[in-house]
Structures are given as structure tokens and as C-alpha cells.
């Protein structure tokens, strides 16, 4: 371990009981490269038992009252608040975020338990009747049944929470799967729950690091009715894939190609503020971060040095020091990939304005970095980065930068900035992207619709209608006598 904190459990969690395996995979701080902690490998079996755990608690728990789910939601809410300098610790060592942010994320994940826990009581059918005046129409709705929810590393709190928040608050069980680079919180998560009263079975938490052998079998379980995954695009079209045959209800939150577009009028200066947390915010690996910066030929000189300047006096360092802006990334193999693509850049006539190497420290580090004048046929300006690494290129006219922002398979965030908030609306309405900031560099909220439209995924997490997703409707047909 790098430091003496307790890392908390570290075996998968089955109808209440901590559970070992023989095998066991290492969880790397990604600040030294160093192990943090050696983690449960469970096998199918393990996933089996969670499933049979999460069928037998889903009636109780689907009769429980309302209110009664809302109190334990609120409960977790206000322990993970409680906790949140723990919460934040081990997060920064699992997954490499600053500290600060860290913190920021126990508040955004807790968010979700308190707003879902308001949601849980006003799950409202609807009696009326047809137009006809023939007969009644009476609808309900009911928890859709146990789900199997599949989170990534990157957000290794608010990617439970967003998914499992409304699944308890709905009435639903669960079995979790959490990324094998960073399920320490995860693990955390299932126990906090349990502590704040949430019965045996309703929560399950599978690790493993084989998640195809382990959540395949699941998929083909008829007592599975619901399979929620954020991941890459990739992985979530083999999951849809599988879970074709059964017609499984699927929620898909996938991969990003963020454009940042900065109009003539815009305020350089603001724009530049958003840019440092579009594109530095949890280093670069969110995936609503800036991924293509496109900005005004009359401003991009002004656009670039500015940020270039910031992103030079970044403190890159070790995610658990608190002078730390910029931590490490995740694994050696993304720092590979990111190292990669700005050569990429290099060889087809990009600059790099600042940063475009790696950092010694033990960890995964790399520089933040400007590269600018990118053209279309790099292969960073089509694929998510997931590093510090601003890629900048110019456009001429609006219409330009509306062709080339909306000219993407993706679809789940964008970024606008003018000083004109009409023509930012008008542009931000033309996108095809699920999230649009308007002079502001991040786009998550708890209360709003989080999702994407075309390969960015498939249904919306969080807001009001978060919870639908873990829903079905019946109809009743009521004759008028
Ligand atoms: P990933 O797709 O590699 O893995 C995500 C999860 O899926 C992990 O738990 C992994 O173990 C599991 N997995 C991988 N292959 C699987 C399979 N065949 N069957 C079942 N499970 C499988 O993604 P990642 O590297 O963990 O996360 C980064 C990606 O997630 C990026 O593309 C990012 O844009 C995306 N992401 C999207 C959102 C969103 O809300 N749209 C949020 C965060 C991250």
C-alpha cells in the first residue's frame, strides 16, 4: 500500500457476506504504479449467487414502502457526506483523481442518493378516461425487476451512484460490477449501504477480471430484467449484442468526441476558463471532456496561448498532495494510447504548443498539453483522448465549426461559447449531443438528464426522468359500465 489508510474491503459482496475467491488482481495507485490492494477474482459461480441473491430480495424489497427506501437512501446520502475525506482518499489512490476533485465527486455522487430518494415517493400512475368515453384508462408503474449494472473506472462513485440510487429508489435489486481498475469504492459503497439499513441481497458487488465469463451467463438469466452500462462505445455494442436474444432492457451511457467550439464574439478569457475544466477535469478522462477544440481563425492565437500559459503552471503530481492540479493517468496502457495520438498529430503537421511528453514520477504521467493547427485526419481529432491533451484546430465560419462539431458518430456532449447566448442557443439546438454547456466547461448535475444521443448511448441518468429507467408502465383497460 502506498500510504497507511485502509483501503477498505477488498472481497466481492453476496447476499449480505463479504466473499473471497482463490484468485485475487492487484489495484494499482496510479501515482506510484505501486499496488493498493490485491482484490477477490470471482468466477461465474460468484456472479450466479449474486444473481440468485438479487431474485430472491427483489419482491421484498419491491413491497417495501416507499418512504421506507427513501429513508435508507437518505441515510447513504448523508454517510457518504459523513466520510466524504476517506471516500475522496481512496479514490485518488485507486484511480489517480486530485483530492480536491475527489471531494467534489462524494458530493455528486451522494446528490444522487438524496434526489433519487425524493423520487422514490412519487412513482404516480395515472386513471382517466379514453377519449372515446368507452372505458378507463388506469396505468402503474412497477420496479422493471433485478439489474446488472456495469460501471467504469473513472468515476468510481458517481457511476454507482447514478445507477444504483434509482434502482433501489425504484424498488429494483441489483448486482454490480465495477471496473477491475478501480473497484475499492465500489466495494465501500456495498458496505456503507448495508450499514444504513438496505437488506441482505439488494445490493450484490461482483469483481472480477473477467467480465465477459462472469456478467455473460447473466444476461442469458431470465430473472435478469434490466442491464445498465457505462463504458466505451465498443463494449457497450457487444453487450447490446448479448442481450439481444432475451430482448433485455438495456441503458447505455458510452463513449464521447466532445467539441469545444469557440464563436468570434466569444470572451476568450471565459472560454479559456472552461476549457481548463473541460478538458482537465478528472485528467482529461471524463467522457463528456473536450476532446476538439474548434475555434475562431480571428481568435485562435489569443485562444491557445492562454490556455497553453495555464496548462504550463499546472502542479502535475501525485493525486493524494494537495498541491496537486493535474494527477496521474490511469494505467499504463492509456498513457501508451495518449503518448500515441499526439505523435499521431505530430506526423500529419500539428505543434504542440506546450506539454506532449510523459512525466517521471513513478506513475502514469503525462504533461498537460496544447497541441494546435490538428487537422481532420489525425487520428486524435476522431478518437477519445482521455488525457490532458487539448486538441486544437480553426474554423472560418459558423456554419464550418457547426459541420464539423455535429460530423461525428458521437453524440453525447458539446461546448459553446459566444457572447451572443441567442446565437449559442440556436448553435447548441442544431447539435446532435445529448449535453450542450453554454459558456461553462462542465455539464453534470444530479437533478438534470445525463446521456447521449447516436453511438453516445441509449437512455438518460439522473433528473427527473432517471428513474424511468428502472420502471415498467402497465395499462389497465377498465370497461365504463
Ligand atoms: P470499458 O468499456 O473498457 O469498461 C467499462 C466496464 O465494462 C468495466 O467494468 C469493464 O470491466 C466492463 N467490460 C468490459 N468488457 C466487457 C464485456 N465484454 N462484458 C461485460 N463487461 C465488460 O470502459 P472504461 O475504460 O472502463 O471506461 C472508459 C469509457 O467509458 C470511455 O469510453 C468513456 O467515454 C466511457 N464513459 C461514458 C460515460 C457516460 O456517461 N456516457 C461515463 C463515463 C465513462
Known amino acids: 500500500m502506498s500510504t497507511d489508510l485502509a483501503v477498505g474491503p477488498t472481497g466481492s459482496f453476496v447476499d449480505g457476506e463479504w466473499v473471497e475467491a482463490g484468485e485475487h488482481f492487484a489495484v494499482l495507485d496510479p501515482s506510484t504504479g505501486g499496488v493498493l490492494a490485491e482484490v477477490a477474482d470471482v468466477g461465474p459461480e460468484v456472479a450466479r ?8 430480495a427483489q419482491a421484498g424489497w419491491a413491497a417495501t414502502s ?5 429513508a435508507v437512501l437518505r441515510a447513504v446520502h448523508d454517510r457518504l457526506l459523513e466520510r466524504t ?3 475522496a482518499t481512496l479514490m485518488s489512490l485507486e484511480m489517480g483523481k486530485p483530492l480536491a476533485e475527489a471531494r467534489g465527486e462524494v458530493a455528486y455522487g451522494a446528490e444522487f442518493f438524496l434526489w433519487f430518494a425524493e423520487e422514490a ?19 402503474s408503474r412497477r420496479p422493471v425487476g433485478p439489474v446488472l449494472a456495469i460501471t467504469p473506472w473513472n468515476f468510481p462513485l458517481a457511476m454507482a451512484a447514478r445507477k444504483v440510487a434509482p434502482a433501489l429508489a425504484a424498488g429494483c435489486t441489483v448486482v454490480l460490477k465495477p471496473a477491475e481498475l478501480a473497484p475499492l469504492t465500489s466495494l465501500e459503497l456495498a458496505g456503507l449501504l ?6 441482505d441481497g439488494v445490493l450484490n458487488v461482483v469483481t472480477t477480471t473477467r467480465p465477459a465469463e462472469v456478467t455473460g451467463p447473466l444476461l442469458g438469466d431470465p430473472r435478469l430484467r434490466k442491464l445498465t452500462f457505462t463504458g466505451s462505445t465498443a463494449v457497450g455494442r457487444q453487450l447490446l449484442a448479448d442481450a439481444a436474444p432475451r430482448v433485455l432492457r438495456t441503458s447505455m451511457e458510452l463513449g464521447g468526441n466532445a467539441p469545444f467550439v469557440v464563436l468570434e464574439d466569444a470572451d476568450v478569457e471565459r472560454a479559456i476558463d472552461g476549457a481548463m475544466i473541460a478538458k482537465l477535469r478528472n485528467v482529461g478522462q471524463a467522457c463528456t471532456a473536450a476532446n476538439r477544440f474548434l475555434v475562431h481563425e480571428s481568435v485562435a492565437d489569443a485562444f491557445v496561448d492562454g490556455l497553453a500559459d495555464r496548462m504550463a503552471v499546472s502542479v502535475v503530481g501525485a493525486a493524494t498532495d494537495p498541491a496537486t492540479d493535474v494527477g496521474p493517468v490511469i494505467s499504463a496502457p492509456a498513457l501508451e494510447k495518449i503518448a500515441g495520438l499526439v505523435d499521431d498529430a505530430v506526423a500529419h503537421g500539428a505543434r504542440v504548443v506546450t506539454g506532449g511528453r510523459r512525466l517521471d514520477g513513478g506513475g502514469f504521467y503525462y504533461a ?21 491533451v487539448a ?16 460530423g461525428t458518430e458521437f453524440g453525447l456532449a458539446a461546448y459553446v461559447y459566444s457572447a451572443d447566448l441567442d446565437r449559442a ?26 446521456g447521449g444521443m447516436k453511438a453516445s448511448g441509449l437512455g438518460r441518468e439522473g433528473g427527473p426522468t432517471g428513474i424511468d429507467e428502472y420502471l415498467e408502465t402497465q395499462y389497465v383497460a377498465v370497461p365504463r359500465a
Open 49 to 56: 449467487a449474486a444473481m440468485d441473491a438479487a431474485a430472491r
Open 66 to 70: 416507499p418512504r421506507e427506501r427513501a
Open 85 to 87: 475525506e476517506s471516500l
Open 121 to 139: 415517493v412519487r412513482l404516480h400512475g395515472s386513471f382517466g378516461p379514453s377519449p372515446s368515453g368507452a372505458s378507463r384508462i388506469v396505468t
Open 194 to 199: 448495508a450499514e444504513a439499513g438496505l437488506p
Open 368 to 388: 498537460p498539453t496544447v497541441v494546435a493547427d490538428v487537422p481532420e485526419t489525425a487520428r486524435i481529432a476522431a478518437e477519445e483522448i482521455f488525457g490532458p
Open 391 to 406: 486538441a486544437v484546430s480553426t474554423f472560418a465560419t459558423e456554419e464550418e465549426a457547426f459541420q464539423r462539431a455535429d
Open 425 to 450: 442557443l440556436r448553435f447548441a439546438e442544431r447539435l446532435e449531443t445529448g449535453m450542450v454547456g453554454v459558456n461553462q466547461g462542465v455539464v453534470s448535475d444530479p437533478a438534470a438528464p445525463f
